[in-house]
């Protein structure tokens, strides 16, 4: 009879609504981690995204440096590289603004 009654106490307090609301309660949790996980993904997607185009533009700031020193200033080669750099913005605002 004893263990009867200990078996009805224990089925009463988890069926309890305190016991479903702390269940919820990880839930929530867990949701919260996630999201803070999906953050942090995009947040390091960003950065990776903004040192690869400086890099880019770096390259290409140097390739004008080097024709520079060598006395080769082509107005052609430099305006193609601004015009890169711009695509390389606009593509990288572009990319953030999705993820």
């Not at 999201?35 to 942090?40: G, N, P, R, S, Y």
């Not at 903004?50 to 107005?75: C, L, P, Q, S, W």
């Not at 430099?78 to 593509?91: E, Q």
């Amino acid at each position: 009879m004893k263990k009867i009654m200990s078996l009805a106490i224990a089925l009463t307090v988890l069926a309890s609504p305190m016991a479903i609301s702390t269940v919820r309660a990880d839930e929530t949790v867990g949701h919260k981690m996630d999201k803070a996980a999906d953050k942090t993904a995009d947040a390091a997607d960003s950065t990776m995204s903004d040192a690869k185009t400086a890099g880019k533009k770096g390259k290409r700031h140097m390739k004008k440096h080097v024709r520079d020193a060598k006395g080769d200033h082509n107005v052609a080669k430099d305006a193609g590289d601004k015009m890169s750099d711009v695509k390389d913005d606009v593509s990288n605002s572009a990319h953030k603004a999705t993820h």
